[in-house]
């Protein structure tokens, strides 16, 4: 088998810069890289850095070596498409199917998963004309990664950031790996919580727990991967913002909770991978708390937190949504997974065992996915985006 063959479409914006980082990755990690740039592409950055960075040939016109047919060519041979970055015109073409140039006669020929990475000024990026532009191209199958936050062009900052080379690449490695056109959360919206919760004492202490947030981020970027809007509602993780994710940033379980019930109304689905704390401090310290010499400390008084797992499963924010939870466990694993599973009343319910090789913070995980119909799905250890992708498996089963 030849190396994948990959299509970088770059439209001209000023993260232009960005692509070839882009570019470096992929051909780097063993793919046959063809880039198309637009006319203005060019302005960002010359024909001579992209062809000596990809080794193929570089035009923006269909009119150079045209006994090649590469208006068709390069499209029908690709097995991914990503443009990278996508601007407002560029989406709006490849929404109407107008073909006036290279990139866009190679969008309307590829029959492969195609990307689409924009990044544009916050207004154009907002504007209704652009918004439904990518939903058309999403409806279509392509996946469109949100674009960050941060800071643009001159002084402004907003939402239109193109995401980080790295994340982009690991979409497209994703997308790759899959090998579907048709990318089967496309249209849905996700919520994945993650991470763990902070309960404050004063201003410098809390009672916290050591989720990593890693398994969370994993689902984020594997539904993205698969064509889903996502919110990721991220409790103290410390973890770069995963490409094509909107991220909510929390500290405590009653500011997750928010976060949830404000997301959830809209969403196919709510993946609740966070470790919630069960318990906060009944009363906060505005001030530092002191030790008394010669006196014993005063015992910290919990108060429960709200379940929030619980509460959406029991009443859920919107009708046929699919609602899944994470127990992790030390003893009778499945036993106690199934008291859980009925206990939340949630759809799917994710069991590790928690133990001395399956630590929190590490890269693999191992797991159980049993579900409200009595089934039982487990996942071998392994990476926990191969875990990610089973929890995306079953929840796309049971949406479509
Ligand atoms: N969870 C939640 N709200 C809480 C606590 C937990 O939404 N206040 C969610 C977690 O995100 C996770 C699931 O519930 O998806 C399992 O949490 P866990 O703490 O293991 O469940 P408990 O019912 O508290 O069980 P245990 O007594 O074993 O702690």
Redesign the pocket.
Known sequence: MGKPKVVLGVSGGIAAYKACELLRRLTESGHDVRVVPTASALHFVGAATWSALSGNPVSTEVWDDVHEVPHVRIGQHADLVVVAPATADTLAKAAHGLADDLLTNTLLTARCPVVFAPAMHTEMWEHPATQENVATLRRRGAVVVEPAVGRLTGVDTGKGRLPEPAEIFEVCRRVLARGVTEPDLAGRHVVV?AGGTREPLDPVRFLGNRSSGKQGYALARTAAARGARVTLIAANTGLPDPAGVDVVQVGT?VQL?EAVLKAAPDADAVV???????FRPAAYAAGKIKKKDGQDPDPIVLVR???????ISADRPRSGQVIV?????TDDVLA?GRK?LE??GCDLLVVNEVGERKTFGSEENEAVVLGADGSETPVPYGPKEALAETVWDLVALRLN
Do not use: C, Q, T, Y
């Open positions: 919580s379980a909770r609740m991978a966070a470790a919630v704390a069960d937190n709200p379940d929030i797992l619980a509460e939870g994470f127990a992790a466990e106690n859980k206990r939340k």
